[in-house]
């Protein structure tokens, strides 16, 4: 009697469940600022003065009290001249001081004029325009005020960030320890760009796509990556490699061998040396998807085809990763965009349509749906989520995740 087979779970449902299991991972480096893009911030960045720390010019021009020029244009003598870095004397009552971007607002002075609006006649300066009080000045605190918590932990650092915490002194940043992960493909089809030539290639073969696009996605995770490279079509080779794996890394991936076929082995490897709780989730492309454990290390098989392993790597192992560093925004923005596309055949399972943004602000959609083309990806910009049992019209409206909301 054959083994029966349980239902394909709904992503949300499969997402919820493989979340629960993403632990944080322990420890925290210490890295320097310059390296820290992309890495996960562990701790609260609290600011220790005020961005910026005094009242300062915003352009090149002349500083002054409005209520000296009582008349436009009018003529106040240059007392002093203050660059960048430079102090600052208290403003003498009558007068305007020569000031460039971003040096200090004398005390006293209550508005900037842009140099533009004014002309310089030897000691004096004619002021062209009226300003108006607090014209081009920034504020002291203006970006960040003192005490003032700029960066949250479990924030994903950006270049902008970086830029932040240095305003603020940070030399160094608290960051999670990057997961660990080793990632191996299985089949005895695959071979290696660079190991045999396309027209010497043998009936049957391929080379192996995903694992470039994999271990890409995943050192854009911030993970540190051990490439195991192709595993056989054995189940012994299959097990061997899992076991190796599981002593040094928090995570195995794998792409192929997660089917049903006699010559899939990766259920029953993983069901030897641990157990699987997740197996075949309801959306297209990507339903062949394992999740369970290799001894205390988690396992992540993905399907073979290319679409199918590059879409459940953003919709499952992606929001996993980032949890396991500590991240609290995992689920990616989608916005409603007009469909210039019909799309008849409904689908039992929850579809993700590779599509491409126009310059009508529709979405087009490429014509091959195939889980094997991996062009799709390429020239798509995004992903139409849609649901079960959902035919599209031209011009209806449906969710788009752009390519760009995952795979920062």
């Given at each position: 009697?054959?083994?029966?087979?349980?239902?394909?779970?709904?992503?949300?449902?499969?997402?919820?469940?493989?979340?629960?299991?993403?632990?944080?991972?322990?420890?925290?480096?210490?890295?320097?600022?310059?390296?820290?893009?992309?890495?996960?911030?562990?701790?609260?960045?609290?600011?220790?003065?005020?961005?910026?720390?005094?009242?300062?010019?915003?352009?090149?021009?002349?500083?002054?009290?409005?209520?000296?020029?009582?008349?436009?244009?009018?003529?106040?003598?240059?007392?002093?001249?203050?660059?960048?870095?430079?102090?600052?004397?208290?403003?003498?009552?009558?007068?305007?001081?020569?000031?460039?971007?971003?040096?200090?607002?004398?005390?006293?002075?209550?508005?900037?004029?842009?140099?533009?609006?004014?002309?310089?006649?030897?000691?004096?300066?004619?002021?062209?325009?009226?300003?108006?009080?607090?014209?081009?000045?920034?504020?002291?605190?203006?970006?960040?005020?003192?005490?003032?918590?700029?960066?949250?932990?479990?924030?994903?650092?950006?270049?902008?960030?970086?830029?932040?915490?240095?305003?603020?002194?940070?030399?160094?940043?608290?960051?999670?320890?990057?997961?660990?992960?080793?990632l191996f493909s299985?089949?005895?089809?695959?071979?290696?760009?660079?190991?045999?030539?396309?027209a010497d290639m043998?009936?049957?073969?391929?080379?192996?796509?995903?694992?470039?696009?994999?271990?890409?996605?995943?050192?854009?995770?911030?993970?540190?990556?051990?490439?195991?490279?192709?595993?056989?079509?054995?189940?012994?080779?299959?097990?061997?490699?899992?076991?190796?794996?599981?002593?040094?890394?928090?995570?195995?991936?794998?792409?192929?061998?997660?089917?049903?076929?006699?010559?899939?082995?990766?259920?029953?490897?993983?069901?030897?040396?641990?157990?699987?709780?997740?197996?075949?989730?309801?959306?297209?492309?990507?339903?062949?998807?394992?999740?369970?454990?290799?001894?205390?290390?988690?396992?992540?098989?993905?399907?073979?085809?290319?679409?199918s392993s590059y879409?459940?790597?953003?919709?499952?192992?992606?929001?996993?990763?980032?949890?396991?560093?500590?991240?609290?925004?995992?689920?990616?923005?989608?916005?409603?965009?007009?469909?210039?596309?019909?799309?008849?055949?409904?689908?039992?399972?929850?579809?993700?349509?590779?599509?491409?943004?126009?310059?009508?602000?529709?979405?087009?959609?490429?014509?091959?749906?195939?889980?094997?083309?991996?062009?799709?990806?390429?020239?798509?910009?995004?992903?139409?989520?849609?649901?079960?049992?959902?035919?599209?019209?031209?011009?209806?409206?449906?969710?788009?995740?752009?390519?760009?909301?995952?795979?920062?």
């Amino acid at each position: 009697m054959s083994e029966k087979r349980p239902g394909l779970r709904a992503l949300d449902e499969a997402l919820a469940e493989l979340l629960g299991f993403a632990a944080l991972l322990p420890g925290i480096e210490t890295v320097p600022t310059f390296e820290a893009d992309g890495r996960v911030l562990a701790q609260d960045l609290v600011s220790g003065l005020h961005v910026p720390p005094q009242d300062n010019s915003s352009m090149d021009g002349y500083a002054l009290r409005c209520a000296d020029l009582t008349q436009i244009p009018g003529v106040l003598p240059v007392r002093q001249r203050i660059a960048a870095g430079s102090p600052a004397e208290p403003l003498a009552i009558g007068s305007a001081a020569r000031i460039f971007t971003g040096a200090p607002i004398p005390a006293g002075a209550d508005a900037v004029v842009m140099q533009e609006d004014c002309e310089l006649q030897g000691d004096t300066v004619q002021i062209k325009a009226r300003p108006l009080p607090g014209q081009w000045i920034r504020r002291a605190g203006e970006d960040v005020t003192l005490g003032a918590t700029v960066l949250a932990s479990g924030e994903r650092l950006t270049p902008a960030s970086l830029g932040l915490a240095a305003s603020i002194g940070m030399a160094m940043l608290p960051v999670r320890r990057r997961p660990r992960v080793a990632l191996f493909s299985t089949g005895d089809e695959l071979v290696m760009p660079g190991q045999v030539a396309p027209a010497d290639m043998k009936p049957g073969a391929i080379y192996n796509s995903n694992r470039f696009f994999l271990r890409a996605l995943l050192l854009r995770l911030g993970c540190e990556v051990s490439d195991l490279g192709i595993v056989p079509d054995r189940l012994d080779a299959t097990r061997e490699a899992l076991r190796a794996a599981a002593q040094a890394h928090d995570l195995i991936l794998t792409s192929g061998g997660v089917s049903v076929g006699e010559e899939d082995h990766i259920k029953p490897a993983v069901q030897s040396l641990g157990e699987l709780t997740l197996w075949q989730i309801a959306i297209k492309p990507g339903k062949p998807f394992a999740y369970g454990h290799v001894q205390d290390t988690h396992f992540i098989g993905l399907p073979g085809n290319p679409v199918s392993s590059y879409v459940t790597f953003l919709l499952l192992v992606r929001p996993f990763l980032l949890k396991l560093q500590g991240v609290r925004e995992l689920a990616p923005v989608s916005v409603q965009a007009q469909a210039h596309f019909d799309w008849p055949r409904a689908d039992r399972r929850r579809e993700f349509l590779r599509v491409r943004r126009n310059g009508a602000g529709g979405l087009d959609l490429f014509p091959n749906q195939s889980s094997g083309v991996l062009t799709s990806a390429v020239w798509g910009d995004g992903l139409v989520d849609n649901a079960p049992g959902q035919t599209i019209q031209h011009g209806d409206s449906v969710r788009f995740i752009s390519f760009a909301e995952v795979l920062r």
